[in-house]
């Protein structure tokens, strides 16, 4: 069915060149707490992030209330023991995100089988149809960006190639997929370039193979995993 029609600040037009900063932190961590990522969802947007992409209702929440104007693509890590998929999987999952206050709901969208069964294609109908949200198709595979695009997501980002077995010879960033999948994506579909950008220079690069905007996530707020880093680093 037709994509339904874009807010004008969703639009590829509107994201291109943009930084979109993954403000997110694992399980256990103090900076998991609401309050902290939304301080660090203000202080990206304050500094010219175009947008914040969250993960979990609570979080997603947090920080429309305290930058309500805020472009915050939302998604929800949940694990099943039926399925590999975890970014927003299924249907309840995709009305949580919106009900919490998502501009764009974010959905694993590669090939591999969803929990209960639940089909791909039927999940984005449903999205449009009865919410009317946006959808980012998170992909690892030109295959599956491709059809995410076909039928219906809005973005497709590189998410997760490198992450799935089928991509499991590979590592992030996706370079090799940017100018294929811009060029096979329709027009009005915006491409995001998401995974391993670990500085200026590689969001650069990424926008001249054809991303639309990055998303930037550990190398920007990722304090558990950097810290970590840097003391593996200096004690080998």
Same mark, same amino acid.
């Given at each position: 069915?037709?994509? %339904? ?9 509107? !994201? ?5 900063? $993954? ?9 998991? /707490? ?8 203000? =202080? ?51 009305? =949580? ?30 999205? /449009?149809?009865?919410?009317?949200? +946006?959808?980012?198709?998170?992909? @690892? ?30 590592? +992030? %960033?996706?370079? @090799? ?13 915006? !491409? ?5 950008? =670990? ?9 001249? !193979? ?13 304090? @558990? ?10 004690? $080998?």
């Amino acid at each position: 069915m037709p994509r %339904p029609p874009l807010a004008p600040r969703l639009s590829r037009a509107a !994201l291109r060149g943009g930084l979109i900063v $993954s403000v997110q932190a694992p399980e256990g961590s103090p900076m998991r /707490h609401p309050d902290v990522i939304a301080a660090m969802a203000a =202080a990206s947007l304050a500094r010219g992030a175009i947008g914040v992409r969250l993960e979990s209702p609570e979080h997603i929440g947090a920080v429309r209330r305290r930058c309500p104007q805020a472009l915050i693509v939302g998604l929800w890590k949940r694990t099943f023991s039926d399925s590999a998929v975890y970014i927003t999987p299924g249907w309840g999952e995709i009305q =949580a995100v919106w009900a919490a206050g998502a501009d764009v709901v974010a959905i694993d969208a590669t090939g591999r089988i969803r929990p209960g069964g639940q089909d791909l294609a039927l999940l984005i109908e449903r999205a /449009h149809t009865d919410l009317g949200a +946006p959808l980012m198709a998170d992909v @690892d595979t030109l295959a599956n960006g491709l059809r995410a695009g076909a039928l219906g997501c809005d973005w497709v980002g590189t998410t997760l190639h490198g992450y799935t077995d089928e991509t499991a010879s590979s590592s +992030p %960033p996706a370079w @090799d997929l940017l100018e294929p999948l811009r060029s096979g994506l329709p027009a009005e579909v915006a !491409l995001i370039c998401e995974g391993g950008i =670990a500085n200026a220079g590689d969001a650069c690069r990424a926008h001249r !193979l054809g991303a639309d905007a990055v998303v930037v996530g550990t190398a920007i707020t990722g304090v @558990d995993l950097q810290v970590a880093a840097y003391v593996r680093a200096l004690g $080998s």
